[in-house]
């Protein structure tokens, strides 16, 4: 197996036990991208095992229609990653995310500094650290581009094209416990639509930490470990492996999906609860769970993973079945052949959610940062 983080920094990376990496990926017909470098500074699953012999009822509700696999459904990616070639952007976007990486790979064994942004959301040292440690990355190569981090907020210029999401450790509570299924996530934006992502996701557990990481431009398909992926093939809601995620409030949005969560469990192979959206949309796109929705997402929860699982071969809706955009409140993303059958049950939901005056307008959308939306 190959290695799995290759940093280009200037700085020797420290882990608590030698981590596997990957070559470079490369890509046919792109020239040779020069090398950048930058100094570091310094969310609980109940899972189910599958018995044929159970005799409980199943509820079909969801798998009475036969609706088309077929259907497409709008692109989310830039049209393009704009004056940038791909290749330069997808460079420093992953080196962003890895030196992140480097941070987290770093606090991943020792003991935490906790603090709380509400009553059980998390915050860490290393959310901190790791943040830092990807603006300088961004700062030295692209200081005119516009960023929206989770801990930093919004700097730079909102005339710029560009708009970057970093979430600098998404699945905070996971790491906070030594809880495989946290990543560090970089993905640009281009216009308002996802043009360039890097996920780095931490694997294992404690004492056996390793990462691998999942990329993808605008177009150019998507990558994990510098192996092309894509999602699987299964058309069955019944033979499908679903994720899904609930956030820190518990209001009525929190309540409609815990109701479809019983739902889908009742019909599918399963639904599980991860607790990191980045990690939970690169495994549709790797193929290892067929969709994946949540309520209330940030942006920087999304940006990256959205672009991942489209360019796998995936499909990227809100959760009533309409365009999605970056700054919408609900995802779901699925492998394209279940995603209207999830739809027939989910969008309801949704639109009942909406009639109650439920809000789903765009949120942490930058005041004066133009898109093509």
Not at 174 to 199: D, E, K, R
């Amino acid at each position: 197996m190959e290695r799995s983080l290759v940093f280009s920094t200037n700085i020797p990376p420290r882990f608590s036990q030698p981590p596997r990496s990957i070559s470079p990926r490369f890509h046919p017909n792109q020239y040779q991208p020069h090398k950048f470098s930058a100094k570091s500074s310094t969310g609980y699953r109940k899972v189910g095992i599958f018995n044929t012999n159970s005799k409980r009822k199943l509820c079909t509700r969801a798998l009475i229609s036969e609706v088309s696999n077929q259907r497409q459904y709008p692109k989310v990616a830039a049209k393009s990653t704009g004056p940038i070639p791909p290749s330069q952007l997808i460079e420093v976007v992953e080196t962003a995310a890895k030196t992140g990486a480097e941070v987290v790979m770093d606090a991943v064994n020792k003991p935490r500094n906790i603090t709380y942004k509400g009553l059980t959301d998390l915050v860490t040292d290393t959310d901190k650290m790791s943040e830092v440690a990807i603006l300088e990355v961004v700062k030295k190569n692209f200081g005119d581009h516009l960023i929206l981090g989770e801990e930093g907020g919004i700097i730079g210029d909102t005339s710029s094209g560009y708009l970057w999401c970093i979430d600098p450790l998404d699945g905070t509570t996971n790491f906070a416990h030594c809880y495989p299924s946290f990543a560090v996530s970089v993905g640009v934006l281009f216009q308002g639509n996802p043009a360039a992502a890097a996920v780095v996701e931490f694997v294992g557990g404690p004492m056996c930490w390793n990462t691998r990481t999942f990329t993808a431009t605008a177009g150019g398909g998507a990558f994990c470990n510098g192996q092309k992926i894509h999602p699987s093939k299964t058309d069955k809601v019944e033979q499908s492996l679903l994720v899904t995620g609930f956030g820190y409030d518990h209001d009525d949005a929190w309540i409609t999906n815990i109701e479809l969560f019983k739902e889908f469990t009742d019909i599918s192979r399963g639904v599980r609860r991860l607790g990191a959206a980045a990690v939970d949309m690169c495994h549709v796109a790797l193929g290892v769970a067929e969709a994946y929705w949540e309520y209330r997402l940030k942006p920087w929860d999304m940006a990256a993973g959205v672009l991942i699982v489209e360019e796998a071969g995936g499909a990227v809706t809100r959760m009533d079945g309409g365009k999605f955009c970056v700054f919408d409140r609900s995802v779901l993303v699925s492998n394209g052949a279940v995603h209207a059958k999830l739809l027939e049950r989910i969008a309801p939901a949704t639109e009942k959610l909406k009639s109650k005056g439920i809000d789903f307008s765009l949120w942490y959308k930058p005041e004066n940062y133009v898109t093509d939306l």
